[in-house]
């Protein structure tokens, strides 16, 4: 069985920074695009960004020029930096991770969500 284990969320106030992290274990042959969505209250689960495994970003406009997401391939992580946060950043943050098992077959995975507050 596969997991995402998510860290690092917590209370930031405006203008903060946080660092997330997302480690991906199990019987994993390969794992293809990672990302990081969120959901705040009352609003559907959005796409924050997204990372292939050649390292190709992808980023909502709400947030380019302030998160930036990487992966240690070596160590199936994900992180997400994120800088100058805002009070609509405030959402449940969750990893996701497209990835092939032993068999080659394309499946998916998310993380049990990581809370992120920014408020003064």
């Known amino acids: 069985q596969v997991q995402l284990v998510e860290s690092g969320g917590g209370l930031v106030q405006p203008g903060g920074s946080l660092r997330l992290s997302c480690a991906a274990s199990?019987?994993?042959?390969?794992?293809?695009?990672m990302g990081w969505y969120r959901q705040a209250p009352g609003k559907e689960r959005e796409l924050v960004a997204s990372?292939?495994?050649?390292?190709?970003?992808n980023y909502a406009d709400s947030v380019k020029g302030r998160f930036t997401i990487s992966r240690d391939n070596a160590k199936n992580t994900v992180y997400l930096q994120m800088n100058s946060l805002k009070p609509e950043d405030t959402a449940v943050y969750y990893c996701?991770?497209?990835?092939?098992?032993?068999?080659?077959?394309?499946?998916?995975?998310w993380g049990q969500g990581t809370l992120v507050t920014v408020s003064s």
């Open positions: 990372i292939t495994s050649r390292g190709t970003t």
């Open positions: 996701h991770a497209y990835y092939r098992n032993y068999n080659l077959i394309y499946l998916e995975v």
């Open positions: 199990g019987r994993i042959f390969s794992i293809n695009a």
